[in-house]
């Protein structure tokens, strides 16, 4: 158990460095953010059944920036105007941060620097084209590190996929002291 958790530390540790030669923020809301997430790779995370990307992320979230992210939601996230009239916003939902109420939008998978909140659509269930329904946090270099659904539960960083992507969110600073 030991040796497991030197040789994630040192990972960790490595990722760290290296995200920091490419596409990394300085701003101190990233650090926490990425600093907080990068011990799960490789992680299980079961949590409840359902909205296990929000949950995984809102706590690694909570980890970095604090209580108030427990609760923190947009009541106007982007994909509001796809949403059904008897669709509800809750805090578990993936598009519930998804809003330049919290900070800057990042519309290029390019753009992304670690520590940024990334955004997927039509990544399951019967939503509207363009629905917002996956989160997970840019590692850098065009990966994110997330709580997949489809692989009983193991946080992972992969690659992110154009095809669903939607967009980012660069935290305002202020959120996270």
């Not at 009541?75 to 809750?90: E, F, I, M």
């Not at 084209?129 to 960083?157: D, F, L, P, Q, W």
């Amino acid at each position: 158990m030991a040796l497991k958790f030197v040789l994630l530390s040192v990972i960790t540790s490595s990722l760290i460095a290296c995200s920091a030669t490419d596409n990394t923020s300085n701003n101190n809301a990233a650090d926490k953010i990425i600093e907080a997430a990068l011990p799960w790779n490789e992680q299980g995370y079961e949590i409840g059944k359902a909205e296990q990307c929000m949950n995984w992320t809102r706590e690694v979230l909570v980890a970095a920036c604090g209580a108030k992210f427990e609760l923190l939601e947009s009541q106007n996230p982007w994909d509001k105007h796809l949403l059904g009239k008897d669709d509800v916003l809750l805090p578990e939902h993936a598009d519930s941060l998804a809003s330049e109420e919290f900070g800057q939008k990042i519309e290029r998978i390019a753009s992304l620097q670690a520590g940024d909140l990334v955004f997927f659509k039509n990544t399951y269930g019967n939503w509207a084209e363009g629905v917002i329904t996956h989160v997970g946090i840019a590692t850098g270099n065009g990966e994110y590190i997330h709580r997949m659904t489809s692989n009983k539960g193991v946080v992972k960083i992969q690659k992110i996929d154009p095809s669903e992507f939607d967009a980012g969110l660069r935290l305002n600073d202020e959120l996270c002291r």
